[in-house]
């Protein structure tokens, strides 16, 4: 039986919760926003995964599908859980005991599975030459938050389940993260939830105030302009007869030079320069 939330008026607020889920989430968001403009603004150049399939693709090809549709299913997990508020599942006609059987379910499977694509990623910058060389300490900065990130929640998901005295996180964690959006932070849900939601909330908050300024970042841009692009041709498939004449560029154009007069006679067209001895360094020239 998971316990209920205490009543707001019963919970003990301190500056610290005043400041850590009244007031740093605000300062979170001015950074994800700001910094995102900032690195639109002056660095469109670094907006970018940096590649390195070409360096090994072999494990690549397993752990980033499994990384990437694993987050996907934990970002929807996430906004299921708290955005959807519990009256809406049990109008639906979902108990909460079905609600929680099929989240603790589904959402293990996706942590799992992404929890291990990040490994196998750390794994493959670690142990293959060029791909290590050509990591930065961003991109270790940026793993070692994400891992963390990704373990907390494992964690807090695990206690929460174990724990009898942790309140249902739909009952606290839930109600703060919908009132951030709505400037009334309900600072005394956040308090009453757990430890292990605190430090996971607290992980998330620094890793996405990290987000604009790492790699990242390449997860706000969509390619929709991929679609809509023109082809890029290569090498057109029709006969080069049928292709009017270029001027090149190099050929010599007025020149006063006699023996090099023909050579420009029409676009496109050279002629053999005129053989007199007397311009033999421009029959030369002509002729190489």
């Known amino acids: 039986m998971i316990p209920l939330a ?3 008026e019963t919970v003990e607020i301190g500056m610290g919760d005043i400041l850590l889920w009244g007031v740093l989430p605000y300062v979170v968001l001015a950074i994800v926003i ?3 403009v900032w690195r639109y603004k002056y660095d469109q150049f670094g907006w970018t995964t940096r590649s390195s ?3 090994e693709s072999r494990i690549l090809r397993i752990a980033s599908p499994l990384f990437h549709f694993g987050i996907l299913a934990v970002l929807a997990g996430h906004v299921v859980g708290l955005v959807i508020p519990r009256t809406w ?4 006609g979902i108990t909460e005991h079905m609600y ?3 989240a603790l379910g589904i959402g293990t499977v996706a942590g799992i599975g992404t929890l291990l694509g990040i490994v196998m990623l750390i794994w493959r910058r670690r142990t293959t030459g060029p791909v290590f060389m050509a990591t930065t300490k961003n991109d270790k900065f940026m793993y070692l938050m994400l891992l963390a990130a990704l ?4 964690g807090a998901t695990i206690l929460s389940v174990f724990d009898t005295t942790v309140v249902d996180y739909r009952q606290t964690v839930s109600p703060w993260f919908r009132s951030i959006w709505i400037l009334q932070p309900d600072v005394a849900a ?7 939601f605190h430090v996971h909330a607290l992980w998330a908050m620094a890793l996405f105030a990290i987000w604009p300024f790492t790699r990242l970042v390449h997860a706000f841009t969509a390619p929709v302009h991929y679609l809509f692009r023109p082809y890029i041709v290569y090498r057109s498939r029709g006969s080069s007869s049928h292709l009017a004449p270029v001027r090149r560029g190099w050929e010599p154009v007025g020149t006063q030079d006699r023996g090099v007069r023909g050579a420009t006679r029409g676009p496109g067209r050279r002629t053999r320069p005129h053989s007199d001895s007397t311009h ?9």
């Open 6 to 8: 205490p009543p707001p």
């Open 34 to 36: 700001g910094g995102t």
């Open 53 to 55: 399939q070409l360096y």
């Open 89 to 92: 599942t049990d109008a639906a």
């Open 100 to 102: 929680h059987i099929v």
């Open 151 to 154: 373990l907390t929640g494992l």
């Open 190 to 196: 956040m308090t009453a939830a757990g430890v292990g």
């Open 280 to 288: 033999n360094g421009s029959t030369r020239a002509g002729r190489r």
